[in-house]
T-cell receptor, first 114, second 112 residues
Framework: AQSVTQPDIHITVSEGASLELRCNYSYGATPYLFWYVQSPGQGLQLLLKYFSGDTLVQGIKGFEAEFKRSQSSFNLRKPSVHWSDAAEYFC????????????FGQGTTLQVKP | DADVTQTPRNRITKTGKRIMLECSQTKGHDRMYWYRQDPGLGLRLIYYSFDVKDINKGEISDGYSVSRQAQAKFSLSLESAIPNQTALYFCATGGLPTDTQYFGPGTRLTVL
C-alpha cells in the first residue's frame, strides 16, 4: 500500500540551529515528492518538489531536500532556522500518471526557541 | 489576487443543515481537489476532478458531494452536516505534466 510516514510529530529547535525533518514513503514506482508548509491559520505553501534528476533539490525560504531511493526517504533540511519557520510541515508523494492524487504524511510541527 | 480562493473562510452550522463550500482558481488548471484536514491525520482526499465531466471519489467521500461548474470552479457540499465533519477543508488545483498541487487558504467548518 502507498503511504507516507513522518516519524516526528513535534520538533523543537533553537533559532539559528540546523533542522532536518524526516519523511519516509512506500510507493510502487518512483514517486514525485513534495514538501509543503502550513503556517498557523494559513493554507499549504509548496516548499519544494522532486520529479527526477539531481536528488538534492532546493526550495524556497532556504530549504532543501534529498531524495534517497535506497532508503525511501525525502528528508527536508535547513542549515539555520529562523523564528518565522515555526509551522507545520507536510511531506507528500504522488505521480501524475496515477491519477495525480497526493498522499500526505501526518505532518511535523516545528517549534523554534529564541 | 490569490490563485486559489475559497469561500467562506469560516462557517459555523448546525447538525442537519446543508452547506456548500466554494473554490475558484485562476491558474488555468484542469485538475481540482477537495481535502479535509484533521489534527494528527494530515490531509485526506474527499473528491477530485480532472475536468468538468470527470469527477471521482477520494478516500473519504461518504457524506459529501461535489459539483464542477466550470474549469475554474469546484464546490463541495455537505447535504446534512454532522459534528464529525468539523474540520479544515482545503481546495487544491493541479496541472500536467507533474500535477504539482496548489492550495487555497482553507475553510474552517464547525458543525454544532
Amino acid at each position: 500500500a502507498q503511504s507516507v510516514t513522518q516519524p516526528d510529530i513535534h520538533i523543537t529547535v533553537s533559532e539559528g540551529a540546523s533542522l532536518e525533518l524526516r519523511c519516509n514513503y512506500s510507493y510502487g514506482a518512483t514517486p514525485y515528492l513534495f514538501w509543503y508548509v502550513q503556517s498557523p491559520g494559513q493554507g499549504l505553501q509548496l516548499l519544494l518538489k522532486y520529479f527526477s534528476g539531481d536528488t538534492l533539490v532546493q526550495g524556497i525560504k532556504g530549504f532543501e531536500a534529498e531524495f534517497k531511493r535506497s532508503q525511501s526517504s525525502f528528508n527536508l533540511r535547513k542549515p539555520s532556522v529562523h523564528w518565522s519557520d515555526a509551522a507545520e510541515y507536510f511531506c507528500a508523494v504522488g505521480r501524475s500518471s496515477n491519477t495525480g492524487k497526493l498522499i500526505f504524511g501526518q505532518g511535523t510541527t516545528l517549534q523554534v526557541k529564541p | 489576487d490569490a490563485d486559489v480562493t475559497q469561500t467562506p473562510r469560516n462557517r459555523i452550522t448546525k447538525t442537519g443543515k446543508r452547506i456548500m463550500l466554494e473554490c475558484s482558481q485562476t491558474k488555468g488548471h484542469d485538475r481540482m481537489y477537495w481535502y479535509r484536514q484533521d489534527p494528527g491525520l494530515g490531509l485526506r482526499l474527499i473528491y477530485y476532478s480532472f475536468d468538468v465531466k470527470d469527477i471521482n471519489k477520494g478516500e473519504i467521500s461518504d457524506g459529501y458531494s461535489v459539483s464542477r461548474q466550470a474549469q475554474a470552479k469546484f464546490s463541495l457540499s455537505l447535504e446534512s452536516a454532522i459534528p464529525n465533519q468539523t474540520a479544515l477543508y482545503f481546495c487544491a488545483t493541479g496541472g500536467l505534466p507533474t500535477d504539482t498541487q496548489y492550495f487555497g487558504p482553507g475553510t474552517r467548518l464547525t458543525v454544532l
